[in-house]
Each structure stands twice: as structure tokens, then as C-alpha cells.
């Protein structure tokens, strides 16, 4: 059983107040609190065990590469990838995604070769096939979602004509909470023989991620939406197309000699990490995926599920209130508006005044904004830790609203 109200007791900025109100965190789509397990284990790290990786023979160096390295297999576990050679480390996300763009399709595609994106992207997964776009004359192919907020698979299917190199699409909606039926897509697309990157930034931190049954050649996600620290994230990759990546950066840990004439490179998946990489925040970052696990990722899937059907409800209720999408497999995100002349930015203060955080603007998802008509919205998103007592503190707020600007 999902005891929320244990699970609270482990992040402790949810006993603050705001504004003299207690705090009701709701822009976990952003990024989520994080447990004191997960401090504790930043703080540990930094206090009694840091050292610089894979370079040293002495005490600590060792002592920090044994936990660095392996957060590589909690990541492996996490996401059922076969192997924790499949797992790159990066800064999250967005360097995942530019990952795959700047390594693996910058190199291959050419003028008149097409990726398919849907409407529902965030920024992320947009502005690195863009600069294919502008640089390469690589053409983007947009699958729109309807009314109601969803995405039809056979649709995405349809888009894939001869031309196209990928399929790069979300796992869920960071605006409209839509879950995308990936697994199809990715079934048909490796028919065609058309690889498929996911961004799973944010349906990852949701619902149990099996990247063997969703069939992906490419799974990106970000530490700090994962309850992890910022600067954290790791991304999947299937083995035959990580051996036509070429490197992306160039640096210590990613070479295996350097000579006046010469560069031979290490093995993958260190061939794609340079540098010092951020060591305390993917140990950070391991701590936090042990704890979901831990407390289980389908009894925290059911309680957020709850948690969307008792919002959507109250949210129903208010006649003037304007929710953008309502598809029946959305996760716990709801965007929307107020009828009248109430900015988003308006909406989100007097909420913030309430002690009731959630987000206000294009949510890095301009084109989904221009697709469904609107300049701006407030989001309000729902983590583990919420509660239905903080539905309830989100509709009260919402009816100040409508009072202060109807």
C-alpha cells in the first residue's frame, strides 16, 4: 500500500510554509522536491568521499568511482535495459537528446532526409532537429494531436514515409499530461527500419519504464524531475546504434590515447562521456531511482492516478475554468486557463500568494501552444508526495481567481 503521508515525511520542504501559508508544491512537471535520503547522500559525498573519477589510485578517488559507476546499473534496473553498458551518462534531457543529434544523426542525414515530431514536444526535443534543419536542410514532419489533447499512434505510423531517419517523440506531454502510445510506434517504425528516440523526461518519473517492451533505440531522462539533483540524467541507447555514434565531445575519460597525429577512442559508453562529469549528482541521481523503487513504481503510478481522477473532477466543476486536454490516458498534469482577460502569469501569483506553486507560461512547448490557440497557460502537476487535500487548497485558490478577475 502508497502511504502518501509517509512518503511526505521524507522531503522536508513540505513542512515549510510560503507566504505564510503551508506550502502545496505543484510544478513538480519542472522539477520535483527531493527526499532527505537524497540530500543526505549529496551531502555525504561531498563532505567525506569526493574525489574526481576514474583518474586516481587512491582512496577516494576509488570510493567515488565505485558509487558513480555504479548508478550506471541502478539507471540499467530502472529502465529494464538489457545491459549498463546501454546507459550514457549526461547533464539530463536536453544534452541527451543534442547527444543523439550533434553524435548520431548529424553525421548520417542529409538535405531531404525527415524526422517525425509531434505537436506535443517539448522545446528539447524540437530545437536539436531544428539545427539540422538550418545547418544540414533536414526536413521536420509535424503530427498534430486533437481536441482532446491525444496523440494517435497510426498517425506518427502514417508520417514515416521513405525519407525519414527518426521518429523522435515523447512518452508523455509535459503540458497536457497525454501518455503516447510509444510501443506501437516503435514496433512500426522498426519495421520500416526507422529508429525512435523517446523523451521520457517526464512520463519516467510516473509509471514503470520498460524500454525492451517499449522497443526504443533511444530513452532520454533527467535527473531532477526524478526526485534526483539538478545536472543529472542518463540516457538509453540500443547497442547497434550506439556503434554509429561518432563522439560528440571531445576530452579526458573519452579517449583511450592521444598522441601529436593520432586519437583513438575508449569503448561506449565512456566514448561519450568527456570531462569531469558531474559525480555527486549522479550518485545523487542513483539514490533517488533506488528510492522509487523502493516504494515501488505501479503503487506510486495507482496513487497519482487517483489523484488525476479526483482533480479532473473538481476541475470539471468549475464552469470557467478552461483545461487543455482531457485525454483519458493523461498522468496527474493539468493546464489551463481562466475564461476572461486573467493572464496565466496573473492566475499563477494569486496562487503563489495561497502558498500554491505550479507553473505559468508556454511550458518550453511553443508549437503546442500555437496548435491549441492559446498564449500561455498555468500547469499545475502532481508528484507522489501530493495529496487530495491540496486538490482541494488548488481549487479554492482557483475560485479566489475567478472572484478577483471574473
Known amino acids: 500500500m502508497f502511504d502518501v503521508n509517509r512518503v511526505r515525511a521524507d522531503f522536508p520542504i513540505l513542512s515549510r510554509q510560503v507566504n505564510g501559508k503551508p506550502l502545496v508544491y505543484l510544478d513538480n512537471g519542472a522539477s520535483a522536491q527531493k527526499p532527505q535520503v537524497v540530500i543526505d547522500a549529496i551531502t555525504q559525498a561531498y563532505s567525506l568521499e569526493y574525489?574526481?573519477?576514474?583518474?586516481?589510485?587512491?582512496?577516494?578517488?576509488?570510493?567515488?568511482?565505485?558509487k558513480y559507476?555504479?548508478?550506471?546499473?541502478?539507471?540499467?534496473?530502472?529502465?529494464?535495459?538489457?545491459?549498463?553498458?546501454?546507459?550514457?551518462?549526461?547533464?539530463?534531457?536536453?544534452?541527451?537528446i543534442n547527444l543523439v543529434s550533434y553524435a548520431w544523426a548529424a553525421p548520417r542525414l542529409q538535405a531531404g532526409d525527415e524526422i517525425v515530431l509531434s505537436v506535443m514536444e517539448h522545446h528539447a526535443n524540437i530545437v536539436p532537429w531544428h539545427f539540422l534543419r538550418e545547418r544540414q536542410g533536414v526536413v521536420l514532419k509535424w503530427v498534430n494531436c486533437d481536441a482532446n489533447g491525444d496523440l494517435d499512434p497510426a498517425e506518427v505510423i502514417a508520417a514515416i514515409g521513405p525519407k525519414t531517419k527518426l521518429v523522435a517523440i515523447t512518452q508523455m506531454s509535459n503540458v497536457l499530461g497525454t501518455v503516447v502510445d510509444v510501443a506501437s510506434i516503435c514496433k512500426a517504425a522498426r519495421e520500416k527500419g526507422v529508429p525512435v528516440l523517446v523523451d521520457g523526461s517526464q512520463s519516467a518519473v510516473h509509471m514503470p519504464i520498460d524500454v525492451q517492451a517499449i522497443g526504443c533505440d533511444f530513452f532520454a531522462i533527467t535527473g531532477h524531475k526524478l526526485y534526483g539533483p539538478s545536472g543529472s540524467g542518463a540516457i538509453f541507447i540500443r547497442p547497434e546504434r550506439m556503434a554509429e555514434m561518432q563522439p560528440f565531445l571531445g576530452g579526458g575519460d573519452m579517449i583511450r590515447e592521444v598522441t601529436r597525429d593520432t586519437v583513438s577512442y575508449n569503448d561506449a559508453p565512456m566514448k561519450f562521456e568527456a570531462g569531469t562529469p558531474g559525480i555527486v549528482q549522479q550518485i545523487g541521481m542513483g539514490v533517488a531511482l533506488d528510492y522509487l523503487m523502493g516504494l515501488g513504481m505501479d503503487r506510486i503510478a495507482a496513487h497519482e492516478q487517483q489523484l488525476r481522477d479526483y482533480a479532473r473532477s473538481r476541475l470539471a466543476g468549475l464552469n470557467w475554468l478552461n483545461v487543455q486536454g482531457n485525454s483519458e490516458t493523461k498522468g496527474a498534469i493539468f493546464s489551463f486557463t481562466l475564461q476572461g482577460a486573467a493572464h496565466a502569469h496573473d492566475i499563477s501569483t494569486v496562487l503563489d500568494k495561497r502558498g500554491i506553486a505550479v507553473r505559468a507560461g508556454t511550458h518550453c512547448a511553443m508549437p503546442l501552444m500555437d496548435h491549441m490557440g492559446v498564449g500561455a497557460t498555468c500547469r499545475a502537476s502532481f508528484a507522489m508526495y501530493n495529496t487530495e487535500a491540496e486538490v482541494d487548497a488548488l481549487i479554492s485558490a482557483l475560485e479566489l481567481c475567478h472572484e478577483l478577475f471574473a
Do not use: K, M, Q
Not at 550514457?88 to 544534452?95: A, L, M, P, W
Open 51 to 66: 574525489a574526481n573519477v576514474h583518474r586516481g589510485l587512491h582512496y577516494l578517488s576509488n570510493l567515488a568511482t565505485d
Open 69 to 96: 559507476e555504479a548508478v550506471r546499473g541502478i539507471v540499467a534496473r530502472f529502465l529494464n535495459a538489457p545491459s549498463e553498458d546501454d546507459i550514457v551518462f549526461t547533464s539530463g534531457t536536453t544534452e541527451g
